[in-house]
Each structure stands twice: as structure tokens, then as C-alpha cells.
């Protein structure tokens, strides 16, 4: 399109300013040496009056000298329109003149008019007589430089040369005209006023005029005789015909027209356009193109070539703004070109029309450059219709606003910070699921700011958003709230939760063993595996609260897998010293919804070669179980590859008789909380009937929380057979469950 309109244009000679203004920036650029052998004599009386003829001859006088100093060539710039009134004057002229021959010639004045008429301001006869002609042309271009001259001019009948040609010597006289050249130092052209070479002595005059072309011209001053040139306001119009003269005998003819320029600017923006991938080589290209361009017009310059570069600037200006209006229209766009989404401007508009101030989200798509750069361009599209898809699954009905492909917004329909929080930590691990693209894996991230002011303008809230993105970030904190005052607790574990992934990674999360024990012998049997997070900061973290937090976070089975590995690790290894005891896992119930686990057990027994009735999985939190029937199917699948399963906490929270009689479990594990008191009757009856339920159920039953010898002896009484607590051990390191187990061993063996 660029292209179409500097065509028209440049038929419509629109581009003329700014191609003299190009050549007016080549003319100051350069400084050529003229040839010299042209020299250039102002004439500063007024010898067109007739009324002082003394002037004339005075000049004869002058232009004889001249000749006797050896000058080569005289041209006769001078208008004489009036004889003098002493016609000896003229005569005395005349001769002096065709001293020279026909070295000498005179000049017709030929000014051409607007509508293209010219007229011819011939000398007196007289003065003329004999003597060869060249046409003084005068025609300016409207800016006031004459850029062009012709060669030739058809003066009252006759083809005569221009003054330049004559002065250049030029045999063949083709028609139309040449380029004047404005490159030349105008300073190192010789140039002197008449009346002081009356002056001179003829050693002076020989030494300046012997074998030089001479131009008598009208000394500057007079307005009618004065030019301009590039540089230069004012100087005497004669030196516009020295200046064409030198760039005829320079041969400087090379013109690189429009065309020229044209033609280089459009290929190198197509190209430009053709093979740019993204925004950024485009704006490399662009400056590529910049370069290449000013690089030509500095060596066209050098080489005295004379360039046009009025299409060349304006291919590219009206490229300019065909690309800012595209810009533009994208920005206020209300639909997203590629994805089909409604704008951030669309969600400006939709917020300032609904009186509902539901929290704004907004998503960030991590990593995305790097994803631009690895796919092929034709994927790109692909790729950010995935992620769409992705988030209008998990937010279901609702307007999903695009931004620059990388920010996606939403308002949220819960108004609680921990709803939306809960929501968008599931929505993290969906994500945290590669995409496959052409079976490539990319790993996504995703961050979210969440406005939750009170803000009327729209724009404020879309920029809290925006804003509160841009604090996220991946590893540390993937969610930020702002505008409203957000309970410290709430940031921390945010924090906290988002510094899981980094924490098993660093090995701040380690695992405990805390050794379970036959009450009747005495001797240890077991060891549970509980996980600990030494966070730097914070010091150590409980798991009853961290464990929580890796759930809301969808990191179960990372910790999980890294708790299994280690603690089937550390039991084939106390294996091979000779202990022989089972360790036991705790696995959430979260995690029984799908296969995932059971292969994740499997692994851990297969890779550390340990038998699978070695291990007991330990189910917390079976409140949380997602699908009763599935869960089932999950547990006998584990049950029948040979694992023992425990239920954990029994007779807590949803720990209830019903998971006991629907589930297939080994062991049962009394909570905590009906040990810690035993001073009543009622604690007492309690007790001792879940220790007999799970007995008769033909389940073996171990009791948590031992910490007196009291409680002991009271769970052997009614004949709880394992049992665990701080009284009988706590959870150890393993070097210390090796010390735990021999001292026990020396104990015993004394006691036999
Ligand atoms: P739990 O499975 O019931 O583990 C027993 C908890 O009771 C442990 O707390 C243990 O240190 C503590 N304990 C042991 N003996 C005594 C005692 O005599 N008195 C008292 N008051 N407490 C005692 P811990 O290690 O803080 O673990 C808390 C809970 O965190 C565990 O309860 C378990 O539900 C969960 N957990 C620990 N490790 C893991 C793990 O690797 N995966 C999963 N999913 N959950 C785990
Ligand atoms: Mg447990
Ligand atoms: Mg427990």
C-alpha cells in the first residue's frame, strides 16, 4: 500500500521538496575540488548604461590585457542592451574581444516564463559582432536553486549551447538536460573584481589568467544578477554556470532518480517483512533498513552521485503510519486477533457497565517468549489456543479477556479470598501439566494477581491487577492480592506453600522414623515415616500443617513420592544390616482418586528391591476420600499386590467406623486423642472397646500417642498389642533408630 501512494505521489511531483532536500544535504556533505581552470572576473561598474561608455573601454582595455596574459577562453557573460552614446566605445569592445577569436564568446540572455514561453535579451550588435554565442538560461526551481540546466537552447531560430557546455567544452550536444552538482568547493574557485585587475600589473595578470577559461560576469551586489546555491544565499548567478560547467567536465552525469530509490525501499521493507518472525526482528529490520539506506545515500554522496531520496522517504513514512494505525487499532481493539477472545479493552468496557464488584484475576503465562522462540511460528497459534483451552475448562462459563496472548483476565465469582485462593491453586496444578504439541512437552507456569479493591474506575482495578501480577512470580509467591488489606497469615502461607516445590528440590524436606513397638515383647517392630520441613527461615514446619498446604497446592504426590522413596530407601538399607522390621508410609486419602499412586508404591518397593509386605501405607485424612468406589478399587489393588494398609487416625473426624467396614485394612490405628487421658471411667471404656473392636474385626490395632508408662501398661491390660508414642520413643534419624534398635537388643538381652 506504501508503495501504490508514493507512486501516485511521485507523479503528482509531491515528492520534489524533499528530494532538494536531500540533494541540499549531499551538496553540504561533499567538498569536491573543481577543476581550477575555470576563473570567474566580476565586472563592478555598471557598463549597461549608456551614458558612461568610458566603462567600456575601460573593460577592453581589461579584456586585451587578459588576452596578452595568456588567457585561454573568454565568455562574455554581461548584458548590453543599449549602444553606448559614444559608439567608438562598442567598436573598441568589439575588437577587444575578437583579439581572441574564437576563443571568445558572448552570451544571449533566454529567461523562460511560467507558462514555459521564453524570450531572448540579445547584446547590442555591435559589441557582438563576429563572435560565437552561448544562451545564459535562467530558469530557479520554485525553492530557489537551479538544479538542472539544458544543454542547448533554440534562441531567435538558432541551437545554441548552453553557457555551461560552451565553458565545458562538451563536442555532442544531446537534447534535455543535465543535473547541476552543488558538491564543489565554491571557495577554491578563483574569482576577481574587475576594477582592482585594472589595477594589477601583467606579472599578476599572467600568473592568474595564463591558460584559464575566463568568466566576465556582473559582479555580485546587483539583485538582478545574484543566485542561490546550496550554502550560499546571495552569489553572482555566473558561478551556477561555472558550478554546472565542473560537474559536466567532473563527469559527474550519474542522477540516481526516484526510481531507484523506490525500487531499494520497497524490496528491503518486503524483505524485511517477509522474513521478520516477531515483533523484535521486525524493529531490527527496520533499523536494518535504516542503515542500509543512509549507508547508499553517504557513499552515493562520496561518488558525486546526485540521489533522490524523496520516494524512499516517503515508502517509508507511509509505512510508519500504516503500522502505527494497525498498532492502534490493536490496542482499542475489542477482540483479540488471535485467539478470538474479548480484549482487556473489552473488559474495561464490560467492567464500567456492571455495578457487580466481583474480584478481578489476571493469569500470566510464564515462559511464553521462550516457547515463541522454540515452536515454529505456524505453532504459535496453536499453542495459545491450548492454553485457552486450558483455562476455560477450569473457569467454566465464564468471559475469559485475552491480552497480548501472555495475560488472561476473569472475574471470579468467589468473594473470599480463601475460595479464590483455593480455586486458583487448582487451576496452578492443572497447568503445572505439560502441553504436548506435536509430541513436544512444554512446561507451563502460571501466575495470577487478584484485585480485590473497592475501586470505582475500571481502569485503576484492571491496573491493580496488572500490577499485582507483576509482583508474582513463579517459585516464591504465585499469587498476589491486591487492594484490599490481606491478613498476614494468608501471605505467608501462600508463600509457604509456593516454596514447596523449591524445599524437596533443596532437601529442606527430609523424613523422621518413629519406631513402633509390640507392647507384649516389647521389641520393635515398625517404624512410621514422618516427613519434617526445615525451612531456613521459619525453622522447622510441622507436617500437620505444611501437609495441608501441599495439598491445597496439588503437590501431594511430589512429597509423597520423595517421602516414599527416602523411607524405602533407609528400610532397604537397615535390611541389609539385619533389621528386619516394616516401615509404614502415610499416604492421603487425597491421593486416591486415580492409578497414579499405585504405581508410585510399586516403583518405590521395586527400585530399593524391598517385599511389599514390608511396607504399610498409613491412609490420613479419609475424609477426604474423593469417590468411595474408587478408593476401594485402588486400596484392594494394593492390598492384592501385597502392601499392608493402615487406617490412620481412627476414630477422628471422618476416621469412622463406616471407612472401617467398607475398606480393606490390616491394621487400625487408634488416635492420639483417646490415649492422651486416661484419668476417667469413660476414657478408659472407650478406649478399651475401639482396641476390642478392631481385634474382633481381626484387625491388628496400634494406639498412637503413648506418653506415659501408665497409658502402657493400661493398652497391654487390654491387650492393644502395638503401640507408639514420645513415652516409647520419638521420631528418630535414622543413625539413632540403628542405636535405638541395638540398645534395645543389649536391654533385652540383659534382661534374658
Ligand atoms: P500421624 O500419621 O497420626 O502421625 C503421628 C503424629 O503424632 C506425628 O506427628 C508424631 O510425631 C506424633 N506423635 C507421636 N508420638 C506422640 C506422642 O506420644 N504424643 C503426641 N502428642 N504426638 C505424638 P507429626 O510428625 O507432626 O505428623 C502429623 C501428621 O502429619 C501425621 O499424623 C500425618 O497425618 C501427617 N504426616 C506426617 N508425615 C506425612 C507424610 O509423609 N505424608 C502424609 N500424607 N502425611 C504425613
Ligand atoms: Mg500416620
Ligand atoms: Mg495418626
Not at 501472555?406 to 487448582?426: K, M, N, P, Q
Amino acid at each position: 500500500m506504501a508503495g501504490l501512494v508514493t507512486l501516485v505521489l511521485s507523479v503528482a511531483m509531491i515528492l520534489d521538496p524533499i528530494d532538494q532536500f536531500g540533494w541540499l544535504i549531499q551538496s553540504n556533505l561533499a567538498n569536491r575540488d573543481p577543476s581550477g581552470e575555470i576563473v570567474y572576473v566580476g565586472v563592478d561598474q555598471d557598463i549597461a548604461d549608456p551614458l558612461h561608455p568610458q566603462r567600456r573601454r575601460e573593460l577592453a582595455r581589461l579584456i586585451t590585457r587578459l588576452e596578452r596574459a595568456g588567457a585561454d577562453k573568454l565568455f562574455f557573460n554581461l548584458r548590453i542592451e543599449q549602444p553606448a552614446e559614444d559608439p567608438g566605445a562598442d567598436r573598441q569592445l568589439n575588437a577587444a574581444l575578437r583579439e581572441f577569436g574564437d576563443r571568445a564568446t558572448v552570451t544571449v540572455r533566454n529567461a523562460t516564463d511560467f507558462v514555459g514561453d521564453s524570450e531572448a535579451y540579445p547584446s547590442v550588435k555591435t559589441i557582438t559582432n563576429g563572435l560565437r554565442s552561448a544562451v545564459a538560461q535562467e530558469d530557479y526551481s520554485y525553492l530557489g536553486f537551479t538544479w538542472s540546466m539544458q544543454y542547448t537552447s533554440l534562441v531567435e531560430g538558432r541551437l545554441l549551447p548552453s553557457l555551461p557546455v560552451a565553458m565545458a567544452e562538451a563536442d555532442v550536444l544531446p537534447n534535455g538536460s543535465f543535473p547541476v552538482s552543488y558538491i564543489f568547493d565554491i571557495d577554491q574557485i578563483g574569482s576577481y573584481r574587475s576594477t582592482e585587475l585594472m589595477q594589477k600589473s601583467n606579472e599578476y595578470l599572467s600568473r592568474s589568467f595564463a591558460g584559464k577559461t575566463v568568466l566576465l560576469g556582473p559582479s555580485w551586489g546587483s539583485d538582478e544578477q545574484t543566485a542561490k546555491i546550496p550554502g550560499y544565499q546571495n552569489v553572482a548567478s555566473s558561478f551556477v554556470a561555472i558550478l554546472a560547467a565542473e560537474t559536466l567536465r567532473a563527469d559527474l552525469f550519474v542522477s540516481v532518480g526516484p526510481w531507484v530509490g523506490f525500487g531499494a525501499t520497497f524490496l528491503l521493507l518486503i524483505l524485511v517483512v517477509g522474513i521478520s518472525m516477531n515483533e523484535s526482528h521486525r524493529h531490527l529490520g527496520y533499523v536494518a533498513i535504516s542503515v542500509v539506506l543512509l549507508g547508499l545515500f553517504l557513499v552515493g554522496t562520496a561518488l558525486g552521485a546526485r540521489i533522490s531520496v524523496g520516494s524512499s522517504v516517503l515508502i517509508l513514512m507511509i509505512y510508519a503510519a500504516a503500522r502505527l494505525r494497525v498498532k492502534w487499532q490493536q490496542k482499542f481493539a475489542l477482540v483479540d486477533q488471535l485467539t478470538k477472545l474479548p480484549t482487556f479493552r473489552a473488559l474495561l468496557r464490560d467492567l464500567s457497565e456492571t455495578k457487580k464488584r466481583l474480584p478481578l484475576i489476571v493469569a500470566e503465562i510464564h515462559g511464553f517468549q521462550a516457547v515463541l522462540q522454540a515452536l515454529p511460528p505456524t505453532r504459535h497459534k496453536d499453542y495459545i489456543l491450548r492454553l485457552v483451552d486450558r483455562l476455560a475448562l477450569a473457569e467454566d462459563q465464564k468471559v475469559i479477556y485475552a491480552n497480548d496472548s501472555r495475560h488472561f483476565a476473569w472475574l471470579s465469582t468467589d468473594t473470599e479470598v480463601d475460595a479464590i485462593r483455593e480455586h486458583l491453586e487448582g487451576l496452578r496444578s492443572l497447568f503445572s501439566q505439560p502441553l504436548v504439541l506435536d509430541g513436544t512437552k512444554i512446561d507451563v507456569g502460571i501466575t495470577f494477581g487478584v484485585e480485590v479493591s473497592e475501586h470505582p474506575s475500571p481502569s485503576v482495578r484492571i491496573a491493580t491487577a496488572m500490577n499485582a501480577v507483576e509482583k508474582t512470580s513463579e517459585a516464591h509467591e504465585f499469587i498476589v492480592f491486591d487492594g484490599a488489606d490481606i491478613r498476614p497469615t494468608d501471605m505467608w502461607e501462600l508463600s509457604l506453600r509456593a516454596r514447596i516445590d523449591a524445599a524437596l528440590e533443596r532437601e529442606e524436606i527430609f523424613v523422621v522414623y518413629q519406631p513402633q513397638i509390640d507392647l507384649a515383647e516389647g521389641r520393635i517392630i515398625g517404624l512410621e515415616a514422618l516427613v519434617r520441613w526445615d525451612d531456613p527461615e521459619k525453622g522447622a514446619i510441622s507436617p500437620a500443617y505444611f501437609v495441608e498446604q501441599c495439598e491445597k497446592a496439588g503437590r501431594m504426590d511430589h512429597l509423597t513420592r520423595h517421602v516414599l522413596d527416602r523411607a524405602v530407601a533407609d528400610l532397604a538399607q537397615l535390611t541389609t544390616i539385619g533389621i528386619d522390621i516394616r516401615m509404614s508410609v502415610n499416604i492421603s486419602a487425597t491421593l486416591l482418586s486415580g492409578n497414579a499412586v499405585i504405581d508410585m508404591v510399586q516403583n518405590a518397593v521395586d527400585k530399593h528391591e524391598v517385599k511389599a509386605n514390608r511396607v504399610c501405607l498409613e491412609i490420613t485424612e479419609t475424609a477426604k476420600i474423593p469417590n468411595m468406589d474408587r478408593a476401594l478399587l485402588i486400596l484392594e489393588r494394593l492390598s492384592s499386590q501385597g502392601f499392608r494398609l493402615a487406617l490412620d487416625d481412627f476414630g477422628v473426624g471422618e476416621a469412622n467406623v463406616e471407612n472401617l467396614y467398607r475398606l480393606p485394612f490390616d491394621e487400625m490405628k487408634i488416635d492420639k486423642l483417646f490415649t492422651r487421658d486416661l484419668a476417667t471411667q469413660k476414657n478408659r471404656a472407650i478406649l478399651q472397646s475401639l482396641v476390642a473392636l478392631g481385634r474382633e474385626a481381626g484387625m491388628e490395632v496400634i494406639a498412637e500417642g503413648i506418653e506415659s508408662r501408665q497409658t502402657l501398661q493400661f493398652l497391654k491390660q487390654i491387650g492393644c498389642s502395638l503401640g507408639q508414642g514420645y513415652y516409647l520413643s520419638y521420631p528418630l534419624h535414622l543413625r539413632q533408630v540403628v542405636e535405638y534398635i541395638d540398645h534395645a537388643k543389649m536391654a533385652n538381652d540383659n534382661h534374658s
